[in-house]
């Protein structure tokens, strides 16, 4: 009954997934892809559920779906709508494409057949955000307060973006 | 672990099903009688200038920027309160904390004293 349920919901995913990313790659209208790919990141997200991944679930939800497809949005509204009309589809951006996705491949095939998966799959998960808290105020604490750093670097970089020019 | 998300799930189908079911009642029955008034953006607003796809102020970029870091700060605070709960490391995580935060109240304080917050 679990595994029918699991099955379910996987397979779900994995059509909502590919359709959603299809569209993004084909759509012509380029806010219409940016929604597409709303659908595809959530959909990852639920990937990250089924695996017992939760705290990966809830960055993805409100870093990728929340806080980049925003951006995305953002970066899309600010350009001249003259953009979208123009015929960017040529046979040298589809050559590009297919080979900045097969390197992207390649790479992930190398590390899901170099690295051991410890947990098998159809275990009862426990959740993992606690644990994963522990480990980065204790083992992991200087990566924690370095990546506060990193924010910080980040801060003062858009704020340099917006620097006025006169002064 | 799964049914743990059943909440989450019948929260998303709830808000999906809700809106679905609101568009498609009104759908089938309503009744349609279009006029030129009726199918303006505004029935009884200002009459629309050009289309709503223009090109948006920069700012607005600046300000997705912001939230973005925030956004991320918020993901570290909530596994730091998550792992608050063992009671043998709390003065220390709360230690943590506060140098984590400081550390990005220097930033915040920097994009404010730039200017970047402001409204141009």
Redesign the interface.
Known sequence: M?NV??AI?FYALVVMVLVSAVAAAFLRNI?MAAFALFFTLLGMAGFY??L?AD?LA??QV??YV???L??LL??V?????SIETLELETRGTYVLGIFGGLLVYGVLHYFLFSVSWPTPLMK????T??A???L???KY?LP??V???T??I???G???????RDT | ??Q??FPVFLLLLFGVGFAVFTMLLSHFIGKKKPTPVKLSPYECGIKPIG?A????F?????I??????F??????I?????????KS?QV??LI?MV???T??L???A??WR???LKWR
């Not at chain 1, 509204?77 to 709508?81: A, C, N, P, Q, Y």
């Not at chain 1, 858009?158 to 006025?164: E, G, H, K, M, Q």
């Not at chain 2, 997705?64 to 870091?69: H, N, Q």
């Open positions: 679990g349920v699991f919901i806010v559920v089924l017992g705290f809830i960055t409100v870093v929340g806080g980049i925003i951006l953002f970066g509204l600010l350009t001249h709508r009862p998960l426990e959740p955000t606690a994963i808290g522990q980065l105020l204790s604490l924690f307060e990546s506060s750093v924010l910080l980040a801060l003062i858009a704020a340099y973006l917006v620097r006025r | 672990m799964l743990a998300y289309t796809r223009i090109q948006f920069v700012k607005f970029y600046l997705a920027l912001l939230f973005l870091l956004d991320m700060e918020t993901i570290f909530l596994i730091w309160a998550v792992a608050f709960h063992d490391i220390f995580a943590e140098v984590f935060i550390i990005l220097v930033g915040y920097y994009v730039k200017g970047a």
